[in-house]
């Protein structure tokens, strides 16, 4: 199957700051979707974003698909940012499969 | 608010017990599934339905049994759990099964078994 690797897997920023995110995956894909897990557990839904770039807000998201990568950008960090960030990828009929995710926390 | 439901929210059970949960998407979408996501693991697929029919199980014991009565609804029962079982569990639906189709979560129930 997919490898999904994710970096870092920690990350700590003073609120304000910019940060970014990194997924790699070892084949080509037809979805590749990132996701922020709140300390409630809810995976809430950020991008699909299997090419291309797409903005929303203070997020943005650019996946390569040739080089097998995507970044997720957060620009002026709030502290309800923190929280895990998970990348998933998948192709074809098979499941999605997850990276193991960076651990964002914004300090005031 | 992602257009799916979970209930309960937090469940905490002994291994003898039996219980259910319970999803529901508002979405119109044709598939649904079931992840498991443990401490320090990566998600795990459980189950996937498409129209209604299973069309993955992903090596589950079967003291996990799951149950579709239609496109918009998705139960997972529990009996004689391990306390191992404990985890998170996440219901998700897209609007077909195939990898094109972006997956939208619920916000989980959290199972503690004693």
């Known amino acids: 199957g997919i490898q999904v690797e994710q970096s870092p897997p920690d990350l700590i920023l003073q609120e304000g700051a910019n940060s970014t995110l990194r997924c790699n995956f070892s084949d080509s894909v037809n979805n590749l979707q990132w996701f922020h897990q709140n300390p409630w557990g809810q995976l809430i839904n950020l991008f699909y974003i299997p090419s291309g770039t797409k903005q929303n807000g203070r997020l943005s998201a650019t996946t390569v698909a040739t080089e097998r990568y995507s970044l997720l950008y957060i620009s002026s960090s709030q502290t309800t940012d923190s929280g895990v960030y998970f990348c998933?990828?998948?192709?074809?009929?098979?499941?999605?499969?997850f990276g193991t995710g960076t651990r964002l926390t914004i300090i005031p | 608010e992602t257009g799916v439901t979970q209930t309960p929210r937090h469940l905490v059970m002994g291994m003898t017990n039996k219980k259910s949960l319970k999803c529901e998407q508002h979405l119109g979408h044709n598939a649904m599934y079931w992840y498991k996501q443990s401490a320090k693991k990566p998600l795990e697929l459980m189950f996937v339905?498409?129209?209604?029919?299973?069309?993955e199980n992903n090596s589950v014991p079967s003291r996990f049994s799951p149950e579709c009565p239609n496109s918009s609804h998705l139960f997972l029962h529990l009996h004689t759990l391990q306390p191992e079982d404990s985890a998170l569990y996440l219901c998700?639906?897209?609007?077909?099964?195939?990898?094109?189709?972006?997956?939208?979560f619920g916000p989980g129930t959290r199972l503690t078994v004693l």
């Open positions: 339905y498409s129209l209604e029919e299973r069309v």
């Open positions: 998933a990828v998948a192709r074809g009929n098979e499941k999605l499969t």
């Open positions: 998700a639906s897209s609007r077909f099964r195939d990898s094109y189709n972006e997956q939208f």
